[in-house]
């Protein structure tokens, strides 16, 4: 196929990257550690399935113990060096919010690239604001990076987002996913043409986005993403009551978009705050969290 072809070389081509890269790479999943520093609280796109909180115990995307700020951010990657003997790989920001709506992001990156240039920068991100922050993007040194894409159509999106923030306006149903769909594969392509390697993760809403996942990993492939992470839904906010997919269905929508994109089957839907390899990891020290002095509530 020529599909496979054209993925397996894009695979190749960041080999010396993903190699390290416990979130890109199967074997480095159960190996290298990263650390995700959570200096993101504002987001700018309200999915259904989404609540954004400060909680020390529950175990998903879109929770932190705090927020801290860039330069105690930038000290807790000194701190997670030693306490991980030289086994920390990558350093990441995938929140409590969108890491693009927040300049704590390019501040923080920004110390933590001009001292360990050494260490990876990844970001995941809603890619609302991709194109907009591409080159701010790679002035910090960020070389990987994932986009949560859940929709292709708009009708499809509009019952996954509440609403859309962008440019100071607030727009609503198809409007806004269609925005939002827009800027996520333009951005995907214009982080690719700066040398980005790209992973999507899509979240399976089963009743609702099950079509979707072909036509996402076609149009993320063909403008130059290399992997493709399907994860379930986990039933919070206005989507509380659905259930999550199961297993057989997880495999049938990753075989269907197998086809473009390779899959990534480790994922442990991680906090804002994780630290360590995944699986096995800690988040902020009791120490970190009673320093932060920035904290938001959903």
């Known amino acids: 196929m020529e599909e496979l072809k054209v993925f397996n070389e894009g695979r190749s081509k960041f080999a010396h990257m993903t190699s390290a890269h416990p979130c890109f790479n199967e074997k480095a999943h159960f190996s290298k550690a990263r650390i995700h520093l959570p200096v993101a609280p504002k987001c700018n796109i309200q999915c259904n399935f989404c609540n954004r909180k400060i909680d020390k115990c529950e175990h998903r995307p879109g929770v932190s113990s705090g927020v801290m700020g860039p330069q105690q951010a930038a000290d807790r990657v000194d701190e997670a060096l030693k306490e991980l003997e030289g086994n920390l790989r990558v350093v990441g920001i995938a929140g409590p919010g969108d890491p693009l709506a927040n300049e704590e992001t390019f501040e923080t990156l920004k110390l933590v690239h001009g001292k360990h240039t050494e260490l990876i920068k990844c970001i995941a991100t809603n890619g609302l604001m991709l194109p907009e922050r591409v080159d701010d993007l790679v002035k910090v040194g960020v070389t990987s990076l994932t986009v949560t894409i859940n929709a292709f159509d708009p009708e499809v999106g509009a019952k996954i987002v509440s609403w859309v923030r962008y440019h100071n306006q607030t727009y609503r149903g198809t409007e806004g996913a269609k925005i939002l ?12 043409k700066a040398g980005m390697i790209i992973k999507i993760n899509t979240v399976l809403v089963p009743g609702i986005n099950n079509d979707q996942m072909e ?28 259930l999550p997919p199961e297993c057989k269905d997880l495999e049938a929508a990753r075989a269907v978009a197998e086809k473009y994109l390779p899959q990534f089957r480790l994922c442990k839907q991680c906090r804002a705050d994780a630290c360590g390899v995944p699986g096995q990891e800690e988040s902020l020290s009791p120490a970190q969290r009673a320093a932060s002095g920035e904290y938001y509530h959903a």
Not at 215 to 242: Q, V
């Open 215 to 242: 036509k996402i990993a076609r149009e993320s492939a063909a403008r130059g993403a290399i992997l493709m992470n399907i994860i379930p839904i986990i039933p919070l906010y206005k989507f509380k009551d659905i």
């Open 181 to 192: 769909r827009d800027n996520q594969f333009k951005g995907v392509e214009m982080a690719a």
